[in-house]
């Protein structure tokens, strides 16, 4: 008897001329279907980025408290004091930097690093205690802000209890000894070993406490990539389950999206703009980045824009000398480009001085025109849903012009936002048309209120370093 080749599993062919459902040909038409649909699922896209941001996040502007330097007192209580101002100046997420006791064994200058933990349960006395910052939280909660940790889950002080209490959960060097970081010079710290679970459920739990009994809403982990990333995503799902929390990682890479970070660093963004403004670069230096970004990272993540923040202040240089007269351009752009924008305490006053790291060294605040940019900035944000963050926002299109190596220019749009920007990187005044048709149509400039109508002939010429951002009518 001539055999019959099945085109679907064996199993799946007896279940149904055992059930006497059909025909051989029927049966065949229905593996065939069957197959065809296992087929077809192998094909469908699975997306990327697993987790879901917290919808305040939606339009966030990051605002980076250096407790220590941010107010004369250095104290969360003083610190309370400036919520209001920083209301009005358009953050919606304040990241402390970390807030427990400094180790004293190899301690740095006479304060220390605050990156130094001594207890991760505790607080830092020279800030004040937990119920100042409970009050914190709850008075930046009721500006409608929120509030994150910055987390250090890679190494401890010298000093700090589990080095007595668990020395199994610390990498030792080739000589058996407690080891910094190689390579850096951490001399103030000791790594951990994350190969010991006991480590990894301990290290959760204390953030799980900040969270719950202490009121955080979410952390930002200091050198993510120096924990292993499966840490991490577990600990995202632990945190979530309390409340939606928003965490920020020190590193620059797509796999922290998928399931622990909502956003991550992006120092080649920072190092473009910095060569471009030095005259090492010209303006194809961000357009590999740009590549990169819609290519590389899904549109769901957040990658984390500014000029400055406390390790570049303190050891590269000011944003004045890392930007010089290219630095409101570049606070325009990480503004207005893809991205979440991020400030560091005294940005806004224009802060001139490299604060110090290990010692008290207050900011000197002031009136700034810096300020008024940034508040308009931050209101421009909130009202241009094309500028919103990850896919609440649109994607960068860029408008071809005729001057590529000094003009970048691209549209940012949706069914209830268009955004034209133009940026001139470059130390020369330009003279610029533009390609195709995107960019057509009636404008109002948005620093100038202006109105704008652009087509197939129109010019712009652009004074040094200058920019022009264009709201659609």
Request: glycine share 6%; with cysteine.
């Amino acid at each position: 008897m001539q055999s019959i080749q099945p085109t679907a599993p064996i199993w799946l062919l007896a279940l149904l001329l055992l059930s006497g459902c059909a025909s051989t040909s029927t049966v065949t038409n229905d593996t065939n279907s069957a197959t065809k649909t296992i087929v077809d699922q192998r094909y469908q896209p699975e997306p990327y980025v697993k987790l879901t941001h917290p919808q305040w996040s939606r339009d966030a502007v990051i605002y980076q408290i250096n407790t220590r330097q941010f107010t004369q007192e250095g104290t969360f209580v003083a610190a309370q004091q400036q919520l209001p101002r920083l209301k009005k100046l358009g953050v919606d997420i304040l990241w402390l930097m970390p807030i427990q006791p400094i180790g004293e064994v190899n301690r740095k200058g006479s304060l220390g690093s605050p990156y130094s933990i001594k207890d991760f349960y505790g607080v830092n006395p020279e800030f004040g205690n937990k119920q100042d910052i409970k009050a914190f939280i709850a008075a930046a909660h009721q500006q409608g802000m929120y509030v994150i940790l910055d987390w250090v889950a890679n190494h401890t002080a010298w000093d700090n209890a589990l080095v007595q209490q668990h020395p199994d959960w610390y990498i030792r060097d080739w000589k058996g000894d407690f080891r910094p970081t190689p390579w850096w010079d951490w001399s103030d710290i000791i790594e951990l070993d994350y190969n010991k679970p006991a480590l990894r459920h301990y290290m959760t739990d204390a953030m799980k406490y900040w969270v719950r009994e202490i009121g955080f809403d979410g952390f930002r982990a200091d050198v993510a990539g120096f924990v292993p990333l499966d840490f991490w995503n577990n600990v995202r799902q632990e945190l979530d389950e309390i409340k939606p929390v928003f965490m920020l990682a020190e590193f620059e890479g797509r796999d922290f999206h998928a399931q622990a970070f909502d956003a991550t660093y992006s120092w080649t963004w920072h190092q473009a703009v910095h060569a471009i403004a030095s005259g090492h670069a010209d303006v194809n230096k961000l357009y590999v980045y740009y590549s990169w970004n819609e290519k590389y990272f899904p549109q769901q993540v957040m990658r984390m824009l500014g000029t400055s923040n406390h390790d570049q202040n303190a050891w590269e240089g000011t944003e004045f000398e890392m930007f010089g007269e290219a630095l409101p351009a570049a606070t325009v752009l990480s503004f207005v480009s893809e991205g979440i924008p991020m400030l560091y305490n005294g940005q806004e006053a224009a802060n001139e001085k490299r604060l110090e790291f290990f010692e008290k060294d207050p900011i000197v605040w002031r009136e700034h025109v810096n300020g008024v940019l940034y508040q308009k900035l931050s209101q421009l944000k909130k009202s241009q849903s094309a500028l919103w963050n990850s896919n609440w926002g649109a994607r960068m299109i860029p408008v071809h012009n005729s001057r590529p190596k000094q003009i970048l220019s691209f549209v940012r749009q949706n069914d209830n936002s268009k955004v034209f920007a133009v940026f001139n990187l470059s130390a020369e005044p330009q003279q610029v048309s533009f390609k195709e048709h995107l960019f057509h149509g009636l404008y109002s400039e948005y620093f100038s209120n202006d109105s704008a109508e652009f087509s197939d002939n129109s010019m712009l010429t652009l004074p040094a370093w200058s920019y022009r951002v264009y709201i659609g009518r």
